[in-house]
């Protein structure tokens, strides 16, 4: 209750600017920098449960379903584990298998959603391991879960969750890290994604301070009715969340695409009124995402670069620049533009960006 809005108009741009306070949260006492690992206390497995986990999903609703893929993505790259994400919605409907080698993890900022509480309840049915990624310490999911990791990105008011979504990135990560390093990931590896996680909050303050470019960017593109959102492989799970936030907030159409998909497809729709926000890292696919921009601009749409790699001239019409973490990380930074553009262009349309219209902060119904 004696949480208030301050100086910020609205709460999702101040829970936007509070996420480097909120990542510094989520890290703390976590990362050991004498084992290159994490210490996630909370779910309560030693070194031999966490390596008998043959396979991780990650089950959640919107915005913590993308961060789950998110996540899916690390622990596949770090722990060498098969992993995905599922939208816990669905899980309860299909009579899913429930494989007892396999960790689930159940993700909710407000711990109260019932589709999500659902699935937990399904998987505890049928036997299955499941720890709770949750923000909110006493939530109904983090009861049911009886063990997890706590987000700590503190409350949240804005329907449009941003450090929330955020810090369940960083605390994926540390999963990730953590399996990794019971594995096969190297002392050396474990310590620069420890140094790289532990850069996170100033480098998503260096964004937050260059809100500017960001705002010209909303602003040239405020007429748009509809965009794409592209990304690929790290990138995909980021271009979904940037449409999510644009739909919900600013009612603009966005749809989320796979690079590499749009030919199968979506380039029919290109043209000079169908803008792109191309998320380009500066990684193993810096060209083959150079070439997408090249593909677009042939047919005449617009382009807003997200990048932390030096384009050629002219390539995009806007260039969003990201600081340069590891390449794994990349994705945890680039959402943040992305929330601030949906948040700018909302901000221009004059919506009512923390209570957007037919949504509810938490869906404790079906
Ligand atoms: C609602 C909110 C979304 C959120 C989703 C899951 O739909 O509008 O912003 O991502 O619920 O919420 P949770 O609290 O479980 O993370």
Same mark, same amino acid.
């Given at each position: 209750d004696d949480y208030q809005l301050g100086e910020f108009a609205d709460f999702m741009r101040k829970e936007m600017h509070e996420q480097p306070e909120a990542v510094r949260r989520a890290l703390m006492g976590r990362l050991d920098e004498r084992f290159s690992t994490a210490h996630l206390g909370g779910i309560e497995l030693d070194a031999r449960a966490l390596r008998s986990i043959r396979r991780v999903k990650f089950l959640g609703c919107g915005s913590a379903y993308y961060a789950g893929q998110l996540g899916a993505n690390l622990v596949e790259e770090w722990a060498r584990l098969p992993a995905d994400a599922e939208p816990a919605s669905e899980f309860r409907y299909r009579n899913p298998v429930v494989d007892p080698d396999t960790l689930y993890v159940a993700v909710s900022? !407000? %711990? =109260?959603?019932l589709d999500t509480l659902a699935a937990v309840q399904e998987l505890k049915r049928k036997g299955g391991r499941v720890i709770g990624m949750v923000n909110v310490v006493g939530s109904a999911i983090a009861r049911e879960c009886g063990s997890g990791v706590f *987000?700590? &990105? %503190?409350? =949240? /008011? !804005? /329907? &449009? !969750?941003t450090k929330a979504v955020t810090n369940m990135s960083v605390c994926f990560a540390m999963l990730a890290l953590l399996l990794g390093r019971v594995r096969d990931l190297s002392v050396a590896n474990g310590r620069r994604l420890v140094d790289a996680l532990a850069e996170l909050p100033a480098q998503i303050d260096a964004i937050l301070a260059d809100e500017e470019q960001i705002i010209r960017a909303a602003e040239r593109f405020s007429a748009a009715e509809h965009m794409f959102f592209i990304g690929r492989v790290r990138g995909w799970p980021v271009a979904r969340e940037g449409a999510q936030k644009l739909k919900e907030i600013s009612y603009v159409h966005a749809e989320a695409y796979q690079a590499a998909e749009l030919k199968h497809g979506p380039l029919a729709l290109i043209d000079e009124r169908m803008p792109s926000v191309v998320l380009v890292p500066d990684d193993e696919l810096l060209a083959k995402n150079l070439g997408t921009i090249e593909q677009i601009k042939a047919r005449g749409g617009p382009v807003i670069a997200v990048t932390n790699a030096e384009l050629p001239? %002219? *390539? &995009?019409d806007v260039v969003l620049t990201v600081p340069r973490s590891e390449p794994e990380l990349d994705p945890l930074l680039f959402a943040i533009p992305l929330q601030l553009f949906a948040y700018h262009l909302a901000a221009q349309l004059g919506r009512d960006i923390d209570k957007p219209r037919n949504l509810a902060k938490s869906v404790t119904v079906e």
């Amino acid at each position: 209750d004696d949480y208030q809005l301050g100086e910020f108009a609205d709460f999702m741009r101040k829970e936007m600017h509070e996420q480097p306070e909120a990542v510094r949260r989520a890290l703390m006492g976590r990362l050991d920098e004498r084992f290159s690992t994490a210490h996630l206390g909370g779910i309560e497995l030693d070194a031999r449960a966490l390596r008998s986990i043959r396979r991780v999903k990650f089950l959640g609703c919107g915005s913590a379903y993308y961060a789950g893929q998110l996540g899916a993505n690390l622990v596949e790259e770090w722990a060498r584990l098969p992993a995905d994400a599922e939208p816990a919605s669905e899980f309860r409907y299909r009579n899913p298998v429930v494989d007892p080698d396999t960790l689930y993890v159940a993700v909710s900022q !407000s %711990g =109260e959603t019932l589709d999500t509480l659902a699935a937990v309840q399904e998987l505890k049915r049928k036997g299955g391991r499941v720890i709770g990624m949750v923000n909110v310490v006493g939530s109904a999911i983090a009861r049911e879960c009886g063990s997890g990791v706590f *987000l700590h &990105a %503190g409350p =949240e /008011v !804005s /329907v &449009a !969750s941003t450090k929330a979504v955020t810090n369940m990135s960083v605390c994926f990560a540390m999963l990730a890290l953590l399996l990794g390093r019971v594995r096969d990931l190297s002392v050396a590896n474990g310590r620069r994604l420890v140094d790289a996680l532990a850069e996170l909050p100033a480098q998503i303050d260096a964004i937050l301070a260059d809100e500017e470019q960001i705002i010209r960017a909303a602003e040239r593109f405020s007429a748009a009715e509809h965009m794409f959102f592209i990304g690929r492989v790290r990138g995909w799970p980021v271009a979904r969340e940037g449409a999510q936030k644009l739909k919900e907030i600013s009612y603009v159409h966005a749809e989320a695409y796979q690079a590499a998909e749009l030919k199968h497809g979506p380039l029919a729709l290109i043209d000079e009124r169908m803008p792109s926000v191309v998320l380009v890292p500066d990684d193993e696919l810096l060209a083959k995402n150079l070439g997408t921009i090249e593909q677009i601009k042939a047919r005449g749409g617009p382009v807003i670069a997200v990048t932390n790699a030096e384009l050629p001239d %002219g *390539l &995009a019409d806007v260039v969003l620049t990201v600081p340069r973490s590891e390449p794994e990380l990349d994705p945890l930074l680039f959402a943040i533009p992305l929330q601030l553009f949906a948040y700018h262009l909302a901000a221009q349309l004059g919506r009512d960006i923390d209570k957007p219209r037919n949504l509810a902060k938490s869906v404790t119904v079906e």
